[in-house]
């Protein structure tokens, strides 16, 4: 059996001995599993009406929850300010110059395993996909677990809406070697200067 219709089915994630792609993967359903359901329902639901048609081609939601569950990175943002120029690809203005508003009022959630895994090495390139949320700044102060628990819902509810989960377009790029503090070299400005990996691009999707 596939793997979408066996998790949707029988409730299994399949899972190979020795393969970091695969523990990962389990590793977020344990962490995400609303979100991971909800993902996995989407894929099932795109599959039987793929049948239905009688055609090989995937189709957009698939397109959109395959990036997501692959290079997913959850964005929760308390200053609207910010979620501009996240979307608008202001990275150096938004890293180094709001370095401090993005430390107190920004969350960056790994969400797809094949970032994980990559992860592993990171590199110049390295990019999330980012799904973003508007959260009060009460969320700061919640336990990391609470934190969790109420991504997991707003997520899982996002992509159980039938309008909403459909186009690629509905996530931004996010350079992951940027967030401040998460590699050494970009506690320098100039580290943003790089256009190659701090590019612009189009405007995302805030939920």
Known sequence: MQYEPLCYLKGEVQTRNDNWHDLLNALVWMTFPKTKTAINARHYMALIDQKCAQTSQRGAVRDMNTLFDES???????APALTLLLSDFKWKELFWEKRKQVQSSMGFYLFGHGLYEK???????????????????AFFNM??????????DR???YINNPTQCVSTRELTPVPLLGIPDWVPENNCPDFYDNTRYFRPARRGSII
């Open 143 to 152: 336990t990391p677990e609470r934190q969790i628990n109420h991504v997991d």
């Open 119 to 137: 992860a592993l090495h990171p590199y110049i390139g390295l990019t999330g996909q980012g799904l973003v949320l508007s959260v009060t700044p």
């Open 72 to 78: 997913g990175v959850i964005v929760v943002c308390a």
């Open 155 to 157: 997520v899982a509810d």
